[in-house]
Each structure stands twice: as C-alpha cells, then as structure tokens.
C-alpha cells in the first residue's frame, strides 16, 4: 500500500508557492533581494525552490513504490513519465516557436492553444499504457526532428529546462530505489558528489585553460556549448543552468530525498524518525558550508556543497513538518498548502503558459493610440496594480501574490472536483 505523508504534500505545496511568486513579478527590475537568484556564488531562498523539489521526487518514488519490483511493467511506467516530463518542457521551449503562417493576432494565440491542448491531452491522460508510452514518445521524436532536422524556427529552440532536469533525476533515482538498497545509495550518492568536484577542479577546460568556477569558462558551460550548441538558455547562449554535466550532482539531489523516504518508511519510531532526520540534515548542511570554502555553493553549476546544503535545508524543513504534522498530529492549517501540493506539474506546466497567453492578448495604450499596444499582462500590471503602490517592489510582489491568488483558484477547484493531473 502507498505511503502519503501530509508533511510532505505540504513542503511540495510551500514549494510551488514560492516557485510561483519568484518567477512572475510585476517587474522584473523591481524585485526583493530574497526572491531573487544569487548573482554567481552564494544562496538566497530562491536558489532553495528546485533543490527542495529534486528532493522531494526522491522521497516520493519511495512513498509511492511499496513494493521495489522492477520488471517490464515497472520500467516501461518510469520510462513512459520520464518523457512525459521531459516533453512537458520542451513543449514550453517550443511553445514561443510556434508561428501562425504569417498571419498574426487571434490566428497565432488560437495556433499555440490547440497546440497546447493537443500536449495535454497526449501527456496529462489517463488512459492506455502502452498508448502513453507511444504518445509520448512520439511527441518526444517529433520534438527531437524540429530541433535538430535544420528546420529554421527551432534550430536555437532551448533543450535543456527544469522539467527536462527533473525527468532524467526521476529516471535515474526510480531504477536506483527498485535495484539498490539504502547504503548502495548513499555510497553512489557520495561518489557522484565526489566526481563531480574532481570535474570540476582538475579537468583543464578545453580553449580556456585552467579549471573554474566562473561563467561561461567552466567545463560544465564548455560541454554544453560543446553538445547542444544554440540549444541552451537564451540569456546565455553558450552555457545553461540545466545543462548536461551539472545533472549529475542533481541526481545526488534525488538519491537525498531516496535515503530521507527510506529512513520515513522505516519501522523506528516516528520520534526517533525525525531526531535521525533532524540530526543528519544538521549535518549535511555543515558539512556543504564546509566544502563551500573550496567549491562555492551555486545554483548554476549545481555544485556538490550546493547539493549538501539545500538538500540539508529542504529536510530541515521537511522534518519540523513532519513533527508538527504527523507526529504531534496537528494538522488542521495544511489544507490550504496541501492544494497547492497534489497538483504540482499542472502549476509547473501551465505557469510556463498563462504568461505567455496573457501576453499574446494586446490593449491599446491608454490615452495614446499611437503607442504600440501592450499586452495583457503588462496593462493589468502598469495600469491597474502599480498605481496603488508607491514602492514599485512592493507592486511587482503584489502582482506576484495576485498571480498566486489566480492559481489557487484553478488548484482549488480542482481539489475540490477531486482531479489529481498525474503525469
């Protein structure tokens, strides 16, 4: 019988809350320094938002896998989610890619919305599994055949991204949890940690010389400019925060939230679960501020003090909510966290989307017809919101909260009518 930790539906939902507001402001330019990612080195909460959620997969392939079988069936339903999530996010690169024919307006938003419900149909159903695999590996092919067959709209369309991070972490710690026990986790975990860092410091970096921690001029930047070249982030171009070889100390990320789901299911006493939770979150991120001093905590380059830190942070969290929660069984005020929690790549997904819809949808300037219109968004921002404050951080955070309000409204009404999107 699968496990479910309301502690744990609650750490997912404070997650996507904050995931939410950092990454719709009213401006970008005007934003508190905590929802902010750190310039380079360093950590702010932002920086915390992905990590926690790596981690979170982790503990749940464990919550939701009672019985470790690996056989066809159990691996054709890791593969078929892997690129379900994986093609999620591509769809989200290719989305601003799609053109109307040279027809603009209404023809290109109604263009991208069918485009859009055809992928949700073929990712977020649930029907067939062996049509899930197919759907999805189609999506995936035909994906794969734009990006790279020479066709001009999408030649510098984006391949890496958070869902793509988070599908091939889901892929690797799914088999890891069905063919591994706990101590051959940790031991990998370590390692992948360990090599990285070897990467990192001792390999010279092709063109460029001596090993860094800088942008654009590590071996991390150098292998993705090298494998997906005009494939990656376009404010960077060269180098991505998804790339290739920092997904490797992600997974360590994963193999985190595994030995924490492990440790949850175990029979000990739940007072003795949390102070051996409490005890070796305490300890990994002492130990990640300690490694920070020779390989600086960053997001960007996933770094191994990185991972230690904010999967240590991500735990600490995890188990002061597990005592209140689950241990002292006080639980009355998660309710309103929990609906933000069940349906998390429904908000991951469509948060990519709104915005750009919102976008798509253009208003005359006011008072000045010949301003070139603006969009929705922007109107709602500039004409509606901002004038109401005089500090315009606190406006774009105002527009943030409203743009959480608008989720937890769908998340809501979802919760209510009982519809889970399992991807």
Request: proline share 5%; glycine share 8%; charged share 10%.
């Amino acid at each position: 019988m699968k496990t479910r930790l309301i502690s744990l539906d609650v750490l997912r939902g404070l997650t996507i809350m904050l995931m939410t507001i950092v990454n719709n402001p009213g401006d970008w330019g005007h934003v508190y320094s905590p929802l902010l990612h750190a310039e380079w080195h360093g950590c702010t909460p932002t920086d915390l938002v992905f990590p926690t959620f790596l981690f979170i997969v982790g503990v749940s392939v464990v919550l939701a896998t009672p019985n470790k079988n690996l056989n066809a069936s159990s691996i054709q339903k890791i593969i078929t989610r892997t690129l379900r999530i994986f093609c999620l996010g591509l769809f989200l690169s290719f989305f601003s890619k799609i053109q109307a024919f040279g027809l603009e307006g209404l023809l290109l938003l109604g263009i991208r919305l069918v485009i859009t419900a055809i992928v949700v149909l073929a990712l977020f159903s649930d029907y067939d599994r062996k049509l899930q695999f197919y759907a999805a590996s189609g999506m995936f092919a035909v994906m794969m055949i734009l990006a790279f067959g020479g066709f001009a709209d999408y030649e510098n369309v984006r391949i890496p991204g958070v869902l793509q991070r988070i599908a091939v972490v889901y892929l690797i710690v799914s088999f890891l949890y069905l063919k591994t026990n706990w101590k051959t986790q940790a031991f990998l975990g370590i390692a992948v940690l360990l090599v990285y860092w070897g990467l990192m410091t001792l390999i010279p970096v092709p063109g460029v010389g001596e090993p860094n921690f800088e942008k654009g001029t590590n071996l991390a930047a150098w292998l993705d400019n090298y494998l997906l070249p005009g494939h990656l982030w376009a404010t960077s171009k060269t180098w991505d925060p998804e790339g290739i070889l920092s997904t490797l100390p992600a997974i360590g990320t994963g193999i985190a939230g595994l030995l924490v789901g492990t440790l949850l299911t175990s029979h000990l006493s739940k007072d003795k679960k949390a102070l051996y939770l409490l005890t070796g979150s305490i300890l990994a991120i002492v130990i990640g501020l300690l490694w920070n001093v020779v390989f600086p905590i960053n997001k960007a380059l996933w770094t191994s003090s990185y991972v230690l830190y904010a999967a240590g942070i991500a735990s600490v969290c995890l188990v002061i909510l597990y005592y209140v929660i689950d241990v002292l069984g006080i639980s009355g005020w998660t309710k309103f966290f929990v609906i933000f929690g069940v349906n998390p790549m429904v908000v991951f997904f469509f948060s990519g989307i709104i915005p750009r819809v919102l976008s798509s949808i253009t208003i005359n300037y006011p008072n000045d017809p010949t301003h070139i219109p603006i969009g929705l968004q922007a109107y709602f921002y500039q004409f509606i919101l901002s004038p109401i404050f005089q500090d315009p951080a606190d406006a774009s955070f105002a527009y943030a909260l409203a743009y959480l309000t608008l989720w937890f409204v769908i998340l809501y009404i979802l919760y209510r009518k009982k519809l889970v999107f399992k991807v």
